[in-house]
């Protein structure tokens, strides 16, 4: 074999391999398992939305809350408010869905799962995507990621929405407080792991105090940053179980409006 | 204990090559590298591996090992079964010198593109004076022994070697980020990151994060932290307000 140099065009070249890689893992299990979970929550989340039975005293059914329509049964209005009138006929869930699915579609985790389940790029490390060009994030449609904290802002009060939706399954049919069924457990449980994924958001960490840089002249958010900071270290495992727990809420709540099933009380 | 082993490692001059089967003895307590060696010393006197420190310290054998970024040095032969077959390749990223020796300087002609740590004007060297919490988080990036295992893993450059000349790679985001984040620094550093060295090109898929051998959280703590901060100067209308009514520089505030 002749000596190459700096210079040879050889020498510029990497290693000739012709596979796509040399992984002996099954490297796709999780792309496989992501799809499929990512997949069936966007297919009942459709389902969902178009169905009526969201209500039935006391729970609204995650999906469809904050019921903000004069449609929503009386019980189901956000502090009995409907600020959209008569005109509104399409299902109430459509006009609250846009916060939840875009904090999600552009969470940061989210985005990492489907762009390695979805779009394949990469399915996953040292596997080669089938993609001819790749310009990640620096222009349109993706460049729109970057809109993430403002979905935060909004998924605080969703966050706050479901809390109080907790709050008032304590109730029962006739209104009065001292009620609590499998169904108050079950929306008080989904309640706290929203609000957990919510603060354990990555913009939510920059916004506590991740864009400082002098952490000591604010000990109050330097406090709040170690806080959020910890929680952000399970931001990928609240995404998965909070993404479950508000899929079993909601089904619960419409099996039991539709009378499938009848609501375990406790007391 | 000891059995034998079945290697297949790249053999070839630049790029080209094949990979090259090997029958070998293991004992017990070994590394791939050790084996490696051992191929030198019996089989394949010029097979060229770089390396040093056999600590895991040195950042040079990085190879990869079946398909996986990892240190030679590092990577036990009692995490393989016996009668696996264990493929050594040279990173794929880069250039290949020979066999499983490549030619890394695209890092260090990246690394030479960054503006240095750049202190105020009025702060003499020595007078500088830190609190640990402040300087905390780019104490993680120095536990970086530059394996180049994050830059060769990451598929903007891996899977398009086009996009090398717009993209540092994750090893120097975070050393941006590391910069960006220090409270000494008065460097603009968010548009360099955005601009000059691909930031955007990231789209946190975690594959540095995933190989990187001193668990630096190269995404969650330097990469999206600075994408938001690229959020703060270029894309969020209530920051840019924010320092046109209150006239602080949205970049090196508190
Ligand atoms: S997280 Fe970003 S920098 Fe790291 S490997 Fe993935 S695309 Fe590359
Ligand atoms: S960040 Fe980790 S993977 Fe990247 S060069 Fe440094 S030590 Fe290696
Ligand atoms: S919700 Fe996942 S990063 Fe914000
Ligand atoms: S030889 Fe130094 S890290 Fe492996």
Known sequence: ?267 | MTYKAKFRVWRGEGGEGRLEDFTVEVNEGEVVLDIIHRLQATQAPDLAVRWNCKAGKCGSCSVEINGKPRLGCMTRMSTFAEDEVITVTPMRTFPVIKDLVTDVSFNYEKALQIPSFTPPKDVKPGEYRMKQIDVERSQEFRKCIECFMCNNVCHVIRDHDENKPKFAGPRFLMRIAELDMHPYDVADRKDLAQEEHGLGYCNITKCCTEVCPEHIKITDNALIPMKERVVDRKYDPLVWLGSKIFKRSSSKTG
Request: include cysteine; charged fraction near 15%.
């Open chain 1, 1 to 267: 074999m002749s000596q190459t140099t700096t210079d040879s065009p050889v020498r510029r070249q990497r290693a000739q391999l012709k596979v796509r890689t040399l992984r002996t893992d099954r490297w796709w299990l999780a792309p496989a398992l992501t799809f499929v979970a990512l997949a069936s929550f966007i297919v009942y989340g459709f389902w969902a939305i178009f169905d009526s039975s969201y209500f039935v005293e006391p729970y609204v059914a995650p999906f469809s809350s904050p019921c903000l329509a004069t449609s929503c049964p009386e019980g189901a209005r956000f502090l009995g408010f409907a600020p959209f009138g008569d005109w509104f006929t399409l299902p109430p869930g459509i006009l609250i869905l846009g916060l939840p699915a875009g904090f999600r579609l552009t969470c940061y985790y989210y985005r990492k799962s489907y762009y390695r389940s979805f779009w394949l790029s990469p399915p996953a490390c040292a596997v080669s995507e089938p993609h001819k060009k790749y310009s990640g994030e620096t222009r349109f449609p993706l460049i729109i990621q970057n809109i993430h904290r403002y979905f935060f802002y909004g998924a605080i009060v969703i966050g706050a929405v479901l809390s109080y939706d907790a709050v008032i399954a304590f109730r029962n049919h006739e209104g009065e407080w001292g009620h609590m069924g499998l169904g108050t457990l079950i929306l008080v449980v989904n309640a706290v792991l929203i609000v957990l994924y919510t603060l354990s958001c990555h913009s939510c960490r920059h916004i506590t105090a991740g864009r400082l840089n002098h952490f000591s002249r604010h000990p109050l958010r330097y406090k709040a940053w170690t806080w959020v900071s910890k929680l952000n270290a399970k931001h990928q495992q609240l995404a998965w179980v909070s993404m479950f727990s508000v899929m079993i809420a909601d089904l619960y709540v419409r099996l039991v409006a539709k009378g499938v099933i009848t609501d375990l009380q406790f007391f």
